[in-house]
């Protein structure tokens, strides 16, 4: 899964403190070439037995307890930091790690460790975290001693619900499990806990944020206590596409496979007519109903251009309704040259290419 250039992180779960102790381990990059100030906030989880969003003090590197630190890296500068409790009282939270600085990119990671005494017994990482309009994770349960844990987070200034689907095969474990979080709240539970009558199977669960929001995730597998982190990956849409001039003869058919990272659209796309092309690369935004799709395009003279598709759908970022049938996507699709000047401007409509006939 691609990652994308970001300057605020909001990692969704950490783990301090207890009896054998967690430690967390944040990484962070400078990835710009100037000095770059970065702030890390620590934030309370809803099982660390305090107001879930409020500051949670930890240990930095040993020194007293604080919910926060500032430190200033230099060009291309790594700072690593170990995150530490009390023994005895195991904590959970999230961390949020931004850069002070106008365009300050900055990337990190975070490792999950548990000691005990002073011997380290497991270790595992989770990279920079995304933020997902829908995201689908695999679970597998089969295995004595096995579960999934799943958190995320509401980094924003405003509550946001999020809904939890687990399937296994075509059919729904149970009902699905909406959580609302305020700002700043976190969520972290395992399948076990969340869908009790699921049991030993494997499935897929699905995550979707409200309409117009997207919320930071992450997936750890647990093997007898022991930790492993597991992707979650984007959900998104495959469109058929075809472009028309304004007579209404078809100019171009074809495919877009793409995954919605946040209300990015980042993937691959096919024509199918009139010349068939193998797959290139296509990228976009769908923020609501207003969808925009752009691809290079080969013109004469070996020049390269730009084909520009922008449009609206009847609902947010959803190729399908509530009752599963295709929402069609429509506007124009123009072409512009090497120089920046319009070489053409047509109709173009798309709508979901698996499932129920597109609705009228």
């Given at each position: ?91 959970n939270g999230w961390l949020r790690v931004y850069s002070t600085l106008a365009g300050g990119k900055i990337s990190g990671n975070l490792l999950f460790r548990q000691r005990v005494g002073g011997t380290l017994t497991d270790s595992v990482g989770a990279t920079t975290p995304q933020r997902f309009r829908q ?134 796309g096919q024509v199918d007519t009139p010349a068939p092309s193998g797959p290139f690369e296509v990228t976009g935004s769908w923020l609501g109903t207003n969808f925009q799709f752009r691809y290079r395009r080969a013109l004469a003279g070996n ?58």
């Open positions: 899964m691609p990652l994308q250039a970001q300057s605020d992180l909001a990692f969704p779960q950490l783990a301090v403190g207890g009896t054998p102790a967690y430690e967390t381990v944040l990484q962070v990059v400078n990835e710009v070439e100037t000095n770059n100030q970065i702030v890390i906030e620590v934030f309370q989880g809803r099982l660390s037995g305090a107001a879930n969003g409020s500051p949670l003090a930890v240990r930095f590197d040993g020194d007293p307890p604080s919910a926060s630190r500032s430190v200033t890296l230099a060009p291309y500068q790594e700072l690593t930091t170990v995150l530490a409790g009390d023994p005895g009282a195991l904590k995201a689908i994770i695999h679970v597998d349960q089969r295995e004595g001693g096995s579960d999934t844990g799943v958190a995320f987070v509401n980094p924003d200034a405003t509550a946001v619900e999020v809904t939890l689907d687990l399937f296994q095969g075509a059919n729904r474990v149970a009902a699905p499990l909406p959580v609302r979080l305020q700002p700043k709240q976190h969520f972290a539970r395992l399948i076990s806990e969340m869908f009790p009558s699921f049991g030993s199977q494997q499935g897929t669960l699905l995550i979707g944020a409200a309409a117009g929001r997207a919320v930071p995730c992450m997936a750890l597998r647990l093997d007898g206590g022991r930790l492993t982190s597991i992707p979650v990956r984007p959900l998104g849409f495959v469109f058929q596409y075809a472009v028309a001039n304004d007579s209404g003869s078809v100019l171009e058919t074809g495919t877009w496979m793409f995954d919605l990272i946040g209300f990015n659209l980042i993937g691959v020049s390269t251009g730009m084909m520009v598709f922008n449009g609206t759908s009847a609902g947010p970022e959803s190729t399908v309704d509530a009752e599963g049938k295709g929402r069609m996507v429509s506007g124009r699709a123009t072409l512009i040259g090497a120089d920046g000047q319009t070489v053409s401007v047509n109709r173009f409509t798309a709508y979901h290419k698996f499932g129920a006939s597109p609705a009228p």
